[in-house]
């Protein structure tokens, strides 16, 4: 604030109380909502990647007859394509080590949430979620060197690369509580996280078509590529408040500062754990998060096996129809978000129904498609249509629980983000070990045992969230008089 003449501010202070916002275009605060969401595109691509690369990295001359012959579809008759000379290696592992490998990254990922949260409030989240994804592509690069060296190698670069993206939540919701104005946040972070779905949708696909022309090892590459250029961008576009980025206008810095002055702690450095720890909100949180995540982090790490061993898609088929769930994702990730902030903002709804009633649709509706796909046998069309439509519905909860960090305590968001996001890894580290020992002939029976159990922990996770969820700043977060109870 140093420099500016209060007589010259005081203008802008009454225009801004009377006008309700700054512009969006062009504006700084959405500008690091792009920018942020190409990080995550980043993220997401580096951790999926692998899904796919893994159909290619497995040595199946020996399995082809008998994967699709144990399964009860048909392989897809395919038109006979140019046979490349891949030079890059493949590897004989079972399906126990395959859980493994998909699961490792989560065993690091885990570790860096709640520390991600604290070191983001105490140090600035800029340059650790910069030096986090930085981790992350080096590591990535070293894939194709470590799956040489032998599978308990990869699993060591997974759990590194997940220790690198471990921070990079908690530390953007840090982010978001300096520069999230409180009837913005729906779409701010929707669009910041639709990121995470992109990397997913594009990555998928890509990872296929690059399997297919050049071979696997440069699934790794590519996106590592990609992973410097946005770390060259974040360092030299990207600052941690509003009060100190040099080319905000003084409109918008006022803006924000001015609408989150009753909801950030005043008292910087003091975190009240114990509060938090016995917060029932937040724990409503943390079950519909670990819930959500059970179905997500399944398919995610599943879903090209499940195309491949029972579907019977090939690998470039098999890398665009994964795909399709996650552009359903967010696109109603996206659309939720605009909703989600018209029905507070014009309507007048209170956060805590917006919040609630996004999650019911968003948990609630992917369980019942995901019941249907275990049921329709090789039905190819309807198998993917349900996924697609369980993955796209999942995206409305962006605007329920997964944001509502921010609205029971704006200081604290990285910190609870970490706290809720080390309970959500859990199903990333054990879904897929489990789903493996499930599938072991890979026949559609087992497969819905896999659905059935995502679909009930999800009804679960929606009911409890719907009981115990909350709307408004918590007295705990808050250390004024000051509440904001929208």
């Known amino acids: 604030m140093q420099g500016h003449s209060p007589l010259r501010i005081l203008p802008n202070t009454f225009s801004i109380l009377f006008n309700g916002s700054a512009p969006a275009c062009c504006s700084s605060r959405y500008g690091l909502a792009l920018l942020s969401s190409f990080g995550f595109f980043v993220v997401y691509s580096l951790r999926v990647n692998l899904s796919v690369a893994m159909v290619d990295m497995l040595n199946n001359t020996h399995q082809s007859d008998t994967n699709h012959s144990s399964s009860v579809c048909p392989a897809h008759a395919n038109p006979a394509r140019p046979k490349h000379n891949h030079t890059a290696s493949v ?204 179905t997500f982090y399944t398919l995610l790490t599943l879903l090209p096996t499940y195309m491949n061993d029972v579907l019977g898609f090939s690998i470039q088929q098999n890398g665009m129809l994964s795909a399709l769930p996650y552009i359903g994702c967010a696109v109603l990730a996206v659309l939720s978000g605009q909703l989600a902030d018209y029905l507070r903002e014009t309507c007048l709804y209170p956060t805590v129904v917006v919040r609630k009633s996004f999650s019911i649709v968003g948990m609630i509706g992917p369980a019942v498609f995901l019941l249907a796909a275990g049921f329709i046998g090789c039905n190819y069309t309807l198998a993917v249509t349900f996924l697609t439509i369980s993955s796209a519905l999942g995206g409305v909860s962006a605007s329920g629980f997964n944001i509502n960090h921010l609205d029971i305590a704006p200081s604290y968001a990285g910190i609870l983000l970490g706290i809720t996001n080390t309970f959500a890894t859990i199903p990333g580290m054990v879904g897929p070990v489990i789903a493996r020992e499930l599938t072991k002939q890979n026949t559609i029976e087992e497969w819905q045992t896999v659905f059935y159990i995502a679909a009930a922990i999800n009804l679960f996770g929606a009911a409890f969230y719907t009981l115990f969820g909350r709307g408004t700043v918590q007295p705990w977060a808050v250390h004024t008089s000051f509440s904001h109870g929208d």
């Not at 990254?105 to 910069?130: A, D, E, V």
């Not at 994804?133 to 690069?141: E, K, R």
């Not at 520069?179 to 910041?192: D, F, Y």
């Not at 996280?193 to 297919?212: D, K, M, N, W």
Request: proline residues 5%; glycine residues 10%.
């Open 91 to 294: 590897y004989d592992w079972d399906s126990k080590t395959q859980g493994w490998i998909l699961g490792s990254f989560f065993y690091g990922y885990i570790l860096t949430q709640i520390p991600g949260g604290y070191l983001s409030g105490r140090f600035g989240p800029k340059w650790l979620m910069g030096f986090g994804i930085l981790g992350t592509v080096v590591f990535t690069l070293l894939t194709p060197v470590a799956a040489d060296l032998g599978a308990s190698y990869l699993i060591a670069v997974r759990v590194l690369e997940g220790i690198g993206e471990g921070v990079t939540f908690p530390a953007m919701y840090t982010m978001w509580a300096a520069w999230a104005p409180p009837l913005e946040r729906s779409r701010l972070l929707t669009i910041s996280y639709i990121g995470a779905h992109l990397g997913t949708v594009i990555s998928l696909p890509l990872s296929g078509e690059i399997c297919f022309y050049l071979d696997w090892t440069y699934v790794f590459y590519v996106f590592g590529a990609v992973g410097l250029v946005w770390f060259f961008l974040w360092s030299f576009l990207v600052f941690d408040s509003p009060n100190t980025h040099p080319r905000i206008s003084e409109r918008e810095r006022l803006y924000i500062t001015t609408s989150l002055k009753n909801e950030l702690s005043t008292s910087a450095g003091y975190i009240p754990w114990r509060a938090i720890l016995t917060s029932m909100p937040l724990w409503a949180i943390v079950v519909a998060h670990f819930s959500y995540n059970w």
